[in-house]
């Protein structure tokens, strides 16, 4: 009766095996294929196109694109996306303890919290930061601030 088992049981599992081989071969070189061609389109559109590019940014679009193409749930982080989610994750807070707001360009303390840094410091709302570790805010196009 093993011996019967043994006859039936190891060639279909060698069947099985065979035919799960040649599909993942199959899909391998679909994939290669396809990787290769989008290795060419990037090379030469980065090599020879009329204005300049970014690659960093193209990848992104590309990267963007595909993940358009799947379900609304699937999404693609910068490397700067997952810091900024590995910092909200671990808790841990950052910065000088206020809550501000930009008008015209500036900086404007709305409310100080106690006991953090803007509090120990003296920082009042309504108080406008100019500057940051001696760095002058006006010298930045954008402002520096994270909400």
């Known amino acids: 009766m093993k011996l019967l088992k043994r006859k039936i049981i190891i060639p279909i599992i060698a069947v099985i095996g065979v035919f ?3 599909s993942f071969q199959n899909d391998f070189f679909e994939i290669a294929k396809q990787i290769e061609i989008f290795n060419e389109m990037y090379k030469q559109i980065n090599m020879n196109y009329v204005d300049e590019t970014n690659p960093g940014d193209l990848m992104d679009n590309a ?10 749930y699937t999404k693609y982080w910068t490397e700067q ?9 671990r808790g841990a807070y950052t910065g000088i303890g206020a809550s501000v ?12 919290w106690k006991d953090y840094p803007a509090d120990k410091a003296g920082l009042k709302a309504g108080d406008e930061i100019i500057s940051i570790d001696a760095v002058q805010i006006s010298d930045y196009k ?3 601030v994270i909400y």
């Open 20 to 22: 799960s081989l040649v």
């Open 101 to 112: 707001l930009t008008k015209d360009d500036k900086i404007i303390i709305v409310e100080p």
């Open 142 to 144: 954008t402002t520096p």
């Open 63 to 72: 990267i963007e694109g595909m993940m358009d193409e799947l379900d609304p």
């Open 81 to 89: 996306e997952v810091e900024k989610s590995k910092i909200n994750r």
